[in-house]
C-alpha cells in the first residue's frame, strides 16, 4: 500500500490542471456507467458517450502513470 501512495504522490507531482480536469471526467462518466438511472431509451446514447469521454480520458492518464513508475528513482 505504501509504494501505491509513494506512486500516487509523484504522479501528483508531476501533473498539472489539465491532468486533474482529465482525471476528474474520466472518474465522471465511469461514474455514469456504473450507476446509470437512465430511462432506457437514452441508455444507450448515454453509455456511449460516457464510454468515450472514459476511454479519451483512460488512456493518457495511465500512459503517464506506468511513465512514473517505470521511471527510475532519482537520488535524493
Known amino acids: 500500500m505504501k509504494k ?3 506512486y500516487a504522490d509523484r504522479y ?3 501533473s498539472d490542471w489539465k491532468d486533474m480536469a ?7 462518466s465511469i461514474g455514469i456507467l456504473a450507476g ?3 430511462p432506457i431509451r437514452n441508455k444507450k ?4 458517450l460516457a464510454l ?3 476511454l479519451i480520458t483512460y488512456i ?3 500512459t503517464k502513470f506506468v511513465g512514473v513508475v517505470t521511471e527510475k528513482r532519482k537520488a535524493v
Open 4 to 6: 501505491l501512495f509513494y
Open 12 to 14: 501528483l507531482q508531476k
Open 22 to 28: 482529465m482525471l476528474k471526467f474520466c472518474l465522471f
Open 36 to 38: 446509470m438511472k437512465i
Open 45 to 48: 446514447k448515454a453509455a456511449v
Open 52 to 54: 468515450l469521454v472514459f
Open 60 to 62: 493518457p492518464l495511465m
